[in-house]
């Protein structure tokens, strides 16, 4: 029996470049200050000019840290992201390499929504602005996505079926199906496997 190849994996994303005293401080005063007040009020209930306000900083040096209200919504989640790139590509298996990649989308679309539905409020605040939504560290998911389908042996338009996949994992649809239609976060786990099954010809 020949033996499966390895899945070929991205690099978890590089950590930021170093920053010049007092600019590192701003972002630690802004980021500190933005989990504070999204803890407090949540992320819909809090603005740029709050956000600056708390740091004790101008508006303009937020945006000269991040770019945007978005911008500073995906640092947020920059932490917990790279634990979670960790897991994906490194950790244990099924999540981690050592299964067959059916077995390992299965279990990545079981923890992405876990971690989609714990992010809510960050991840939809971040999805609003289009540049965030398709960023290198989102589509870095996508990726993981399609050569999982890839390696399964899932033929057709890959990038398709692994937007078409992906798009069950999005932040709004999620909390739509567990505060509307009553869904359980196992149950999105179940539909996640059949559609991968299916997609992977099983």
Known sequence: MTATPP?????????APQERGDAARNRTLLIDAARRL??????????????????????????????????LMIVLLDEDEKGEQQAMMFGPPPLGPGAPALERLVAYGRDRL?????HHALLSDAN?????????????????????????GTTGDLDAQAFALHSLLDADYVQF????????LEQLGDAWESVARKLCGT
């Open 114 to 118: 876990s971690f989609v539905h714990t």
């Open 177 to 184: 199906q567990l505060t509307v239609r009553g869904q359980t």
């Open 38 to 71: 999204i803890a407090e009020r949540g992320a819909d209930a809090v603005t740029t000019d709050d956000i600056a306000a708390a740091a004790g900083v101008g508006k303009g040096t937020l945006f000269r840290r991040f770019g945007s209200r978005a911008g």
């Open 128 to 152: 609003r602005d289009p540049q965030m939504r398709f960023n290198d560290p989102m589509m870095l998911h996508h990726h993981h996505i399609r050569v999982l389908l890839e390696d399964a």
């Open 7 to 15: 899945l070929r994996e991205l690099p978890v994303t590089d950590q």
